[in-house]
């Protein structure tokens, strides 16, 4: 059985800190990776994809990627209270092209 | 920026009635799939479809699941005779080769 596993939180930090979140996943042969958004009662949004080892930064959030260890981090710099929302680790498998998705981790922003 | 549309955003049918979803995949994106998320549960991955035929399905997907692509633009999922247990968020998502999938903003199927 495939997973991504994530620690489901909640992860509370205070506004303009840096929030990080961390994703785990079981097929060393995956290829892709991802994190969406998803505010309560709405469709995951996609925030951000990585593919290859080291680090990829958008604006104010960064994705980080180690293959070896099979870890996916999300970091979240000036963290707002719009942040606020489950953050979703999705993986894309070496097979078929489905999504893999952890259960995601609740993230708050305290003003 | 371009969107996937899903429609109805909320269905209610009764327990063993046939039930269609529908969705509008971004217009040049050539791969589609549907995905469900029971209320506090994962995401969780039904079918893809590519090329006009499945081109990956979960266990979930059952002989009470199909998709279609009647035209150039929709997208359908039917389900045959509704269970309980159906009753769940349920995603569109389209992508373009080898892009992240973009997602619909659901239907949330209620089966009485």
């Known amino acids: 059985q495939k997973e991504v596993e994530q620690n489901s939180g909640p992860l509370s930090v205070p506004e303009g800190a840096i929030a990080s979140l961390n994703c785990t996943y079981s097929?060393?042969?995956?290829?892709?990776f991802f994190w969406y958004r998803q505010y309560s009662g709405k469709s995951p949004e996609l925030i951000m994809s990585?593919?290859?080892?080291g680090d990829k930064e958008d604006g104010r959030f960064t994705a980080q990627l180690n293959k070896a260890s099979q870890y996916v981090s999300l970091l979240i710099r000036d963290s707002q209270p719009s942040d606020s929302a489950t953050y979703l680790c999705a993986v894309n498998m070496e097979y078929g092209n489905k999504l893999v998705f952890g259960a995601g981790t609740i993230l708050r922003v305290k003003s | 920026e371009p969107e996937v549309t899903q429609t109805p955003s909320h269905q209610v049918t009764q327990m063993g009635q046939e039930v269609i979803l529908r969705c509008v995949p971004i217009s040049n994106h050539l791969y589609f799939y549907w995905y469900r998320q029971i209320l506090g549960q994962k995401v969780e991955f039904l079918v893809s479809?590519?090329?006009?035929?499945?081109?990956?399905k979960s266990e979930i997907f059952d002989d009470q699941f199909s998709v279609e692509r009647p035209d150039g633009s929709n997208f359908t999922l039917k389900i045959r005779s509704t269970k309980l247990e159906d009753s769940a968020m349920y995603f569109c998502a389209s992508s373009d080769r080898g892009q992240p999938q973009h997602f619909g903003d659901g239907t949330r199927l209620s089966i009485l």
């Open positions: 097929d060393r042969g995956s290829q892709s």
């Open positions: 990585i593919y290859s080892n």
């Open positions: 479809f590519y090329n006009n035929e499945i081109s990956e």
